[in-house]
């Protein structure tokens, strides 16, 4: 094999998914100290090191797991109003009724006066009873009333963690798909590595894996410089004919990092190039000066 060639399988081997002779001979002249080899490989994985740095991290929130385990170890409270409730009520509610002491008279005919005044111990009595009861109603309601509250509150607490979950799930699940995807594209058969110059080597790097047999792109950028507010990253497919179509935005994190799976319309026919511009947002031609570039 020629040096291209090694360089063009070189990610492969680092991935541990080239077998056969070709992995055979690599092994070799490594073991033999190929500076062409070995500069491939540090290389590679260099490039391997990139993939997860590139990928945006989302974790979960942080007291998700205290307000679900929280609200789950909460019991709905009963709204029985038990007998042994209502009799603790009224025995902590209830009046102590003096009764007055009757003392035998001697001239008058008590019999005949504690009949007399029976209807009117009755009457108050009877008063007594129900006020209490309509205390007891009273306290009652408002128990149930501030349980009823505690309840739809415990209900908005679980629905937001639910949501909280839900959300943090739904991310985990793309970025998982993101770099099953990309992973997909460094393990092809049919894969070439496009490297993509920039004038001042400060702005940091780019380099594009092209997965010739699904036609598919990963863009990988490291070190971005930031753009002035208004301006963004648009990535270019450039034809022989020197027809350049809009292949989408590379967007940038903090760091100057980010990542592009583009899928190559292969109504274009044969590629030139692909360049990076910097533009007021997403275009159909380009306006902005070239960031980047590379041949294909």
Request: charged letters at 20%.
């Amino acid at each position: 094999m020629n040096d291209s060639e090694i360089k063009n399988l070189m990610l492969l081997y680092a991935l541990g998914d080239l077998n056969g002779p070709a992995s055979d001979e690599i092994r070799a002249r490594l073991n033999d100290g190929c500076p062409v080899c070995t500069a491939a490989l540090k290389e590679a994985q260099a490039t391997l090191g990139l993939i997860p740095m590139s990928l945006p991290s989302t974790p979960p929130p942080p007291a998700l797991k205290d307000k679900v385990m929280s609200a789950v170890a909460r019991e709905r409270p009963s709204r029985v109003v038990t007998r042994e409730r209502l009799s603790q009520l009224a025995d902590a509610g209830s009046p102590t009724i003096a009764m007055p002491r009757v003392r035998p008279a001697r001239q008058l005919n008590w019999t005949a006066s504690a009949w007399r005044a029976l209807p009117w111990a009755a009457a108050i009595i009877l008063a007594l009873l129900w006020s209490q009861s309509r205390a007891i109603t009273a306290q009652a309601q408002r128990t149930l009333t501030a349980r009823d509250t505690a309840i739809s509150e415990l209900n908005a607490e679980l629905t937001q963690a639910k949501n909280r979950h839900s959300t943090a799930f739904a991310a985990l699940a793309q970025q998982l798909d993101d770099t099953r995807a990309s992973l997909d594209v460094l393990r092809a058969q049919q894969m070439r590595l496009v490297s993509l110059e920039t004038k001042d080597a400060t702005q940091g790097s780019a380099r594009i894996f092209w997965d010739q047999e699904q036609h598919r792109w990963l863009l990988l950028a490291k070190g971005f410089a930031a753009l002035p507010a208004g301006r963004v990253y648009e990535v270019w497919f450039i034809t022989a004919e020197q027809k350049k179509v809009a292949a989408g935005l590379l967007a940038i994190d903090a760091s100057g990092d980010g990542h592009l799976r583009l899928d190559v319309p292969q109504d274009l026919g044969a590629l030139a190039l692909a360049a990076i511009t910097d533009e007021p947002g997403l275009v159909q031609e380009p306006t902005g000066s070239v960031q980047f570039s590379g041949k294909l």
